[in-house]
Antibody
């Protein structure tokens, strides 16, 4: 069955970097696009970026484009999100999401809580 | 960027009642709207895509309608497990995909 399993919670200090993994199974990674979405406490989801494991440059939100990188490793069917120069406002649950052929999100990872605090 | 505005922010209902949740887009998104249900500590769960198509295993009491800028999610007879937060999202061709701020459906 389709699974997206993310790495565990992270506690980081302001200015540090974090890297989250999203290990996929049950389908062929290169047949799909993936988005990353984050959700701050008590807020709605916010789009972070899109990555195509088949190649091509990722696209990032304007707010995060200078600090975020999305990559993929097809040999392990794993996606990665790195966020640098962390601020307290980056405290959120981060999700990897698979995009169905029709364009909508069909499968989500379980989420990774990133807490930024001194 | 397309702004999605949901109303009401909170909806207080009783089991067995019919709930109607609204979502308005700041520009036309054709029928590229999805609805998600989220419970505390969980990832959002897809209910509806293409404005009106139920996702796999979603019970028929959930229905979606609308096109262009105005969309509705209807839950025909509320069950206890339906009390949660609901988000609409547009996924029209342009990035970023954007979500509404959510409607909390409470007992």
């Amino acid at each position: 069955q389709v699974q997206l399993v993310q790495s565990g919670a992270e506690l980081k200090k302001p200015g540090a970097s974090v890297r989250i993994s999203c290990r996929t199974s049950g389908f062929t990674l290169t047949n799909f696009y993936f988005h990353w979405v984050r959700q701050a406490p008590g807020q709605g989801p916010e789009w972070v970026g899109i990555v195509n494991p088949n190649g091509g440059r990722p696209t990032y939100s304007q707010e995060l484009q200078d600090r975020v990188s999305l990559t993929s490793d097809t040999s392990t069917s794993t996606l990665y999100m790195e966020l640098r120069s962390l601020k307290s406002d980056d405290t959120a649950v981060y999700f990897c999401v698979r995009v169905h052929d029709f364009g909508h999100y069909d499968y989500w990872g379980q989420g990774t809580l990133v807490t930024v605090s001194s | 960027e397309t702004v999605m505005t949901q109303s009401p922010a909170t909806l207080s209902m009783s089991p067995g009642e019919r709930a109607t949740l609204s979502c308005r887009a700041s520009q036309s998104v054709r029928n590229k709207v999805a609805w998600f249900q989220q419970k505390p500590g969980q990832a959002p769960r897809l209910l509806i895509y293409g404005a009106s198509t139920r996702a796999t295993d979603i019970p028929p009491r959930f229905s979606g309608s609308g096109s262009g800028t105005d969309f509705t999610l209807t839950i025909s007879s509320l069950q206890s497990e339906d009390f949660a937060i609901y988000y609409c999202q547009q996924y029209n061709n342009r990035l970023p995909y954007t979500f509404g701020q959510g409607t909390k459906l409470e007992i």
